[in-house]
């Protein structure tokens, strides 16, 4: 079984910044690509970002240049480092990993999400 775990959201003024951390763990063999979900509350779920093994990442429009990915392979975690936070970034924040088990079956997993909220 394999498991996403999400921790590092919180509140912080606008402005502010955040690091969100997903941890996957269980029966893993390898996980191709990881990434970040996010949404508001009243809206559908939305792309935020993802990286693939060797490191090329990916954005929406709206977290470009302020946003940054990346993952340690050897943890089988992927960070989001969020910076100049706008009132627009609050959401639940959810990773996910496209992962290869130890049987060699390949699925796509989700965490629980984690809560982020700027405000002021």
């Known amino acids: 079984q394999v498991r996403l775990v999400e921790s590092g959201g919180g509140l912080v003024q606008p402005g502010g910044s955040l690091r969100l951390s997903c941890v996957a763990s269980?029966?893993?063999?390898?996980?191709?690509?990881m990434g970040w979900h996010r949404q508001a509350p009243g809206k559908q779920r939305e792309y935020v970002a993802s990286?693939?093994?060797?490191?090329?990442?990916d954005y929406a429009g709206s977290v470009k240049e302020r946003f940054t990915i990346s993952r340690d392979n050897a943890k089988n975690t992927v960070y989001l480092q969020m910076n100049s936070l706008r009132p627009e970034d609050t959401a639940v924040y959810y990773c996910?990993?496209?992962?290869?088990?130890?049987?060699?079956?390949?699925?796509?997993?989700w965490g629980q999400g984690t809560q982020v909220t700027v405000s002021s």
């Open positions: 269980g029966n893993i063999f390898s996980i191709y690509h």
């Open positions: 996910y990993g496209d992962v290869v088990s130890a049987t060699g079956r390949r699925d796509g997993y």
């Open positions: 990286i693939t093994t060797k490191g090329e990442t």
